[in-house]
């Protein structure tokens, strides 16, 4: 069995940051993981690059031979991806072995993850490959300073936890730029009460059904809630990686090892 991150989240939000900082961290420690660019506009990286969509289709082709823009490029490029998972991605995952474990960093594009069965498509895949996966969805820090951008980064995280029905964990990122820390707490898991009523401050009288609508959808559910994450904080890291490792179970189906016991020796 493999295991392997789907890191997604809005543009900007720290995803590459993110990965490169995994990376280096599981390699002061002595662990193994292979990081793959899903992102075809990419061009500078701060990780060994495992897999490499630009590999298939690079937006500067698409681009340039299509006349088409940086969005709908991008759009047409991840489209090729998918009709080119049983070709192109099957070869490439079959150079890893059962228990390896891949990142996978993808563009920005909110559509990938909120509408398009782009991602969704590719994730099952992978599970078809026998991978376990799981969602990294990072949510830029900027978003605790205003209610009502708390409240779209919740939507969209929603949103993607519907499409790809897969185990999620949603990070805030760049923590290392939040300067009153004790105001992340309400954000962190978020109490409709709390959220109505700043939403009731900040918003017109005739949105008040609709902001008590969108907190109580956050609160039902129970199913958007936040981890900081300071890259800065060896500690941070290590937290993050051990939620998301217990999503996918990985090295529970590792071999124990047995140590031979000697009954006289215990008597001793």
């Known amino acids: ?10 543009a900007g939000s720290g995803k590459s940051t993110y990965c490169s900082s ?5 390699e002061t420690v002595g662990r193994s993981i292979h990081i793959v660019n899903l992102d075809p506009a990419a061009e500078n990286f701060d990780y060994p690059v495992a897999m490499d969509i630009r590999e298939l289709i690079s937006l500067e082709d698409v681009m340039e031979e299509l006349g088409l823009g940086p969005n709908g490029g991008l759009l047409y490029c991840m489209e090729h991806l ?4 049983d070709d192109w991605l099957t070869e490439e995952l079959d150079n890893y072995l059962d228990d390896d474990y891949l990142v996978f960093d993808c563009p920005g594009q909110i559509e990938l993850f909120s509408h398009v069965p782009v991602l969704r498509n590719f994730v099952e895949h992978l599970k078809s490959k026998n991978f376990n996966v799981c969602v990294v969805y990072l949510l830029d ?17 929603l949103s993607a936890m519907i499409q790809l029905e897969l185990p999620h964990v949603n990070l805030l990122s760049k923590m290392d730029l939040v300067t009153n820390k004790r105001e992340i707490e309400k ?14 401050q900040r918003m017109a009288p005739q949105f008040a059904k609709l902001n008590k609508s969108l907190s109580e959808l956050v609160d039902e559910y129970s199913m958007v809630s936040f981890i900081p994450l300071d890259l800065r904080k060896k500690s941070s890291i290590r937290y993050v990686l051990g939620q998301i490792d217990n999503c996918i179970q990985f090295g529970e189906d590792a071999d124990v090892k047995v140590k031979d016991f000697d009954p006289e020796d215990g008597d001793e």
Not at 187 to 200: G, M
């Open 141 to 157: 820090s900027q978003f605790i300073t205003d209610v009502t951008k708390f409240i779209s980064g919740c939507m969209a995280s």
């Open 1 to 10: 069995m493999g295991y392997a991150q789907l890191v997604i989240g809005p």
């Open 22 to 26: 995994l990376y280096q961290h599981c």
């Open 82 to 85: 998918e009709d080119n998972l």
């Open 187 to 200: 954000f962190l898991n978020p109490e409709s009460r709390v959220l109505l009523s700043e939403l009731n």
